[in-house]
């Protein structure tokens, strides 16, 4: 009969510990070390009012807490997700925050999106940082007849505003009109040279 004695985090050592081949010492298995882990993720949080678990170890410069899950770094609540919904994240897979705090570990405040989703959902919350330009870089005001949201393009994301007044003085430009004119004359000549063949 095996010794089975409790540590105080109820784990029993016999049964949620293994020996790895080739090492000296003990692994827990994976249900063991997860229980520990949250364990001592919960000692290092506090709780806020809004029921944000604030990490309050390490903290990267982009604001995420950083810890160690079996000798490796890695974020507080991109961890938290994957141990309690038992998954395994892609890198295209973003855990956000229902709350907005990037340090927050609470599992119930974490859901899984990707990166246009979690845009999005910051746009969406006033959070991203165009929303407080009011003025484009020529400083006409950013109003509703004066914005139009760009299509998705080669060097521009989908949904970025432009100014249609400084469009306006670019297209009014002899440069633009003649390379207008210079596209539009290789457009007929495609055209004409498609239909001859």
């Not at 959902?121 to 509703?144: F, I, Q």
Request: glycine residues 8%; charged residues 30%.
């Amino acid at each position: 009969m095996p010794h089975d004695s409790r540590t105080e985090d109820s784990l029993s050592v016999s049964t949620d510990k293994v020996r790895t081949i080739g090492r000296s010492g003990y692994r827990f298995t994976d249900a063991a070390y997860n229980a520990r882990w949250l364990n001592r993720v919960r000692s290092r949080t506090v709780q806020s009012e809004r029921g944000c678990w604030i990490w309050q170890g390490f903290i990267k410069e982009n604001g995420y807490g950083e810890t160690t899950y079996r000798g490796r770094g890695t974020r507080v609540h991109r961890k938290m997700y994957e141990v309690v919904h038992n998954a395994v994240l892609t890198t295209e897979q973003h855990v956000c925050h229902r709350c907005d705090v990037k340090r927050c570990c609470n599992p119930d405040h974490l859901w899984l999106g990707d990166n246009g989703a979690n845009m999005l959902d910051l746009v969406a919350k006033g959070g991203h940082y165009w929303r407080s330009k009011t003025h484009c870089p020529k400083g006409h005001e950013y109003t509703p007849e004066n914005t139009y949201v760009r299509p998705a393009t080669a060097g521009q994301r989908a949904g970025s505003r432009g100014c249609k007044e400084c469009n306006r003085i670019r297209m009014q430009q002899p440069e633009y009109r003649a390379r207008a004119r210079q596209r539009q004359r290789l457009r007929r000549a495609q055209k004409r040279s498609a239909t001859h063949v």
